[in-house]
């Protein structure tokens, strides 16, 4: 890795910039991505945290275990308003009854 | 030796950090700010950071909201971009029967030179046309528009650090105590001595406050909003309730919980604020939500802020309110002229600690 790395992919935030925020006084994941966006992407920090918290225990000089987790916040993975909204009409939720029942007029 | 400070502020929010910048100005003065944590992991780095003046009542709120707003130019010359836009700001209504409240409103507020629209459904769509057909009439202002606070408290903090102001983070303070004419703030990392002491703590007024013996009547109230994936431009205006960053990202959400200081969402403000999403603008049914986050408001118990010396301590300050982004610029600038003139451009009488009742029981 040198200062031009890309540590989060979805903003494009390189190692110098997480450097940086750590110089300033940043000592955890949500510290960093609030002066850097670094996981503020659609991956929600999935895939930069591990490394920006290696960043932080080696800056630090702290062990890995003391380098707390980013807040994970629903929905976790994109969900479209929609659907929160209880307005998703493609619901492939069925009936066990309706489907087996036979109708007026089945061949029995 | 422990180093001795001219103004030490309690806090490193937007309020914090704007009033140690605005002081640090003339460099006359050794400043300190202290936090319990890093900047923006609290009220500041929650919020949606609309600088919002229209729906601002009473008048008098809405102007010092106004002037507030007006700084904001000057402010970017000066510590650099915070992606200020003022976008003019609409609140919708989806029933008739509001529009006079509407034209009321819009009355009253021309009373101090705030400048509100009343608009028909066919202006609305004109001026926002992924809003709703549902939409009956909205109020208008050009005045309103928004901020990133992220930009907004790190360039604040930059500016002041320019200008030698020492900041400690991670920090917590434990104790204050007045001996001499001198506060001695204690705090898990050490002792320091202040002529001057200004409480900045937002929702943690309250404990900061106890220390000096004071009560300061201030509640939690949590927010919650939603945060899309980045879309084309929607929206060009900050919508009551939403609007669009210039990521593309779209920030929804108005809500208002009493629950301390917990700041998990919940699902049912967040279906309800899906609801409200589709309601206002229906082509954001088809978006992706990719996070939702929570923030605790500090609302003083009359709405009001609250600004100016504390009454029973001498050299004692405080600085709280609801609406901190909107407010700051302001606040930074008055409490500066309170130092440095010992009066200051606004009148600061109705913002006075010692009106509520709760603080005269406590002294």
Known sequence: MDESTIICKCEEINLAEIESAIQSGAHTFDDIKRITRCGMGPCQAKICSSLVREIISQSLEVSLSEIGLPRMRMPLKPTRIAALAGKETSSSVVSVFAESAPKEGDES | ?363
């Open chain 2, 1 to 363: 030796m422990t180093k001795q400070y001219d103004v030490a502020v309690i806090g490193s929010g937007v309020i914090g950090s704007s009033i140690a910048y605005h002081l640090s100005e003339s460099r006359q003065k050794e400043i300190l700010v202290i936090d319990q944590a890093y900047p923006l992991s609290g009220t500041s780095g929650s919020t949606q950071a609309w600088v919002w003046v229209h729906n601002k009542t009473p008048s008098w709120y809405g102007e010092l909201s106004m002037l507030s707003a007006e700084l904001y130019p000057f402010l970017e010359r000066k510590i650099g971009d915070v992606e200020y836009k003022r976008t003019g700001g609409i609140a919708p209504f989806f029933d008739e029967s509001d529009r006079q409240s509407a034209l009321r409103l819009a009355e009253q507020q021309a009373e101090v030179g705030i400048e509100i629209e009343v608009l028909s459904r066919e202006q609305v769509l004109e001026m926002e046309p992924a809003l709703s057909p549902d939409i009956v009439g909205a109020t208008y202002s050009k005045i309103d528009g928004n901020v990133n606070p992220f930009r907004l408290v790190e360039l604040y903090i930059r500016a002041a650090k320019k200008n030698d102001v020492q900041f400690s983070f991670y920090n917590p303070v434990i104790d204050i105590r007045k001996h001499k004419g001198m506060f001695e703030v204690t705090t898990r990392k050490g002792v320091f001595i202040t002529k001057q002491l200004v409480l900045a703590a937002g929702p943690w007024s309250r404990s900061v406050g106890k220390f000096l013996g004071l009560d300061i009547p201030v509640k939690q109230v949590r927010g919650q909003v939603l945060v899309t994936e980045p879309l084309a431009p929607l929206i060009k205006h900050t919508i009551g309730g939403m609007r669009q960053a210039d990521n593309g990202e779209v920030l929804i959400g108005y809500s208002k919980e009493e629950v301390g200081y917990d700041r998990r969402t919940t699902l049912d403000i967040i279906q309800d604020t899906a609801k409200m999403a589709v309601d206002y603008l229906p082509d954001l049914a088809k978006a992706n939500i990719v996070r939702c986050f929570a923030g605790i408001r500090v609302m003083p118990n009359d709405g009001h802020p609250i600004i100016g010396p504390i009454p029973t301590i001498e050299n004692a300050y405080i600085a709280v309110m609801h609406s901190g982004i909107t407010l700051s610029p302001l606040v930074g600038t008055v409490m500066t002229e309170l130092f440095e003139y010992r009066e200051t451009s606004i009148d600061l009488e109705k913002l006075r600690l010692d009106r509520f009742k709760e603080f005269k029981i406590s002294v």
